[in-house]
């Protein structure tokens, strides 16, 4: 089975800290490493996580506030000096080409990785190549924003027990998948009698804006919902100011989405200890996670 986690490479805000460093988050998932927003320092960051940076192999970045961004240019030519084989798939709010070309263009080095743009100008469907159905929502933080949701396909589970007692075994099964009814004896068999469909599971990504309607529309229903909290309740004002949310807020996104997992991320440096913003989510959501730099949360089928 291939390994499924979600790392944190760094769960800072604007300011990295003696113990947590820009934000950064890495998905491996269905033989793929997801990459979001590899802020300052990112590079080393998978040094210290003992992941080799070649897991890489998609790039997302929500905006290009500096610690949204920062590392996109190192990663870049990390992956290149590692002379990777496959693509890399970056993703961006269209508004911010110049940036992302500022940052894949920074300084001088001989560029001979494939780097796939997928500049995004409009919510919604941005990609479904089989292995992902990437879609993508604008927040609400006076940039151009985007929070990503990540689906893998629906697959077909066969129940052995039942298969077993209609006597259907070995290249059988193969026939019945593909053709969707087989004759066994004097009678056929259906697919829905014997198999179900297990839904796939959905990541979503949503950091830097207040609750609005694009945050809900990303967890709906989400196994895995990585958020922003950047400060506590007693902060409220100021995270409505500065266009960010609270640990509570980020809760009751959670709560009224249907999301199973919720991962705390992106704190003030002004929080030490950020264990109290997930006490406050918990009286909410209490399937709660605080992100700490280094950590894994598996993210099982």
Known sequence: M???????????????????NHGAYL???NDEGLLFDPG??????FIFADIPPPVVTRMFISHFHGDHCL?????????NLDKIK?????????????????????????????????????AGLVEDNGKFRIEAAFLDHGVENIGWRITEPDTLKFDKEALKNVGVVGPMVRQLEKEGRICVGDRWVLLDEVSQIRKG?????????RPCPA????????????????????EKEIA??????????AALIAKESGVQILVLTHFSARYRDPEELGNEARTIFPNTFVAEDFKRIPFPK
Not at 10 to 16: I, N, V
Not at 40 to 45: D, F, L, N, S
Not at 220 to 232: D, I, N, V
Not at 240 to 249: G, L, P, R
């Open 2 to 20: 291939t390994v499924r986690d979600l790392v944190i490479l760094g769960s800072s805000s604007q300011q990295p800290t003696r113990f947590r």
């Open 86 to 122: 496959h693509p890399i798939h970056c993703y961006y709010p269209a508004s911010g080409k110049k940036y992302f070309d500022r940052l894949r263009h920074c300084c001088i080095y001989r560029e001979n990785i494939e780097i796939i743009e997928h500049p995004v100008k409009d």
């Open 215 to 234: 945050a809900y529309i990303l967890a709906k229903g989400a196994k895995l919902f990585l958020c922003e909290s950047t400060y506590g309740e007693a």
């Open 27 to 29: 998905l491996r998932w």
């Open 40 to 45: 300052e320092g990112t590079q080393r960051q």
């Open 201 to 209: 599971d959905s990541f979503a990504y949503v950091v830097d804006t």
């Open 240 to 249: 409505a100011e500065y266009m960010h949310m609270t640990a509570k807020q």
């Open 71 to 79: 590392g996109v240019s190192s990663m870049l030519m990390r992956l």
